[in-house]
């Protein structure tokens, strides 16, 4: 004899699971479209900080209540001019300039080369080990709603400066529209041995305003 009031339970489940899966599919399909997105690096433009295969978690909503700061790792849709790609590709560099800001390359005192932001030099023990600031004297203003990016490994990244370079000192080439920002990258989620917060440095701190 079947005992209806177990076998009821049994064959809702099975009715509500198609249900529950394309519930769960959506959700994730949002998440990734408006909330979080996972990429991973393809190049050794921001090592030592990332590596070549690394995988990072990007926050896509923080920039919809405010604008990137100095020094935060971000994901951007990358200009035809900087990728080549008519299609469009993803980059990642930090953030070193944000609209106003003046940067000037080099502050020479104290036996090392320093970028100097707003009047004040900023030193990057991030920069991979070897690597100067930049390989030439620069001296810009970044536009109102653009930033000036640089990849950590600064003989190895197609950045602000290379393409300030390329085009003649164009500055509208040179900088990247806040608008094209995809997010924030907040952690190394894998591989496991390498994950970490990838937290503002402190030597951003205290930067005046333009």
């Known amino acids: 004899m079947i005992d209806e009031q177990t076998e009821k339970p049994r064959n809702s489940f099975w009715k509500e699971l198609p249900i529950l899966l394309g ?6 399909v949002l998440v990734r479209a408006f909330v979080l ?25 923080v920039y919809d209540f405010r604008s990137p700061h100095r020094g935060e790792v971000i994901v951007f849709k ?14 990642i560099k930090r953030v070193i300039g944000v609209g106003g800001d003046h940067v000037v390359c080099c502050d020479r005192t104290g036996g090392q080369d ?14 991979f080990p070897g690597n100067k600031p930049a390989d030439q004297d620069f001296d810009i203003t970044v536009p109102k709603g653009r930033l000036w990016v640089m990849g950590d490994h600064r003989e190895a990244s197609g950045d ?25 990258a907040f952690t190394i989620f894998w591989p496991v041995s390498r994950a970490t917060w990838l937290s503002v440095p402190k030597q951003f701190e205290g930067i005046p305003n333009p």
């Open 37 to 61: 997105q996972t990429f991973f690096i393809p190049s050794p433009s921001m090592e030592n900080t990332l590596k070549i295969d690394d995988r990072v978690l990007v926050n896509k909503l």
């Open 114 to 127: 320093r970028l100097v932001i707003n009047g004040k030099p900023v030193d990057e023990p991030f920069i």
């Open 78 to 91: 990358a200009p035809t001019e900087w990728s080549g790609n008519p299609d469009g590709e993803d980059f």
């Open 160 to 184: 602000s400066l290379e393409h300030w370079q390329q085009s003649g000192e164009d500055i509208s080439v040179a900088t990247i529209p806040e608008g094209e920002v995809v997010g924030r």
């Open 23 to 28: 519930v769960a599919i959506l959700v994730a």
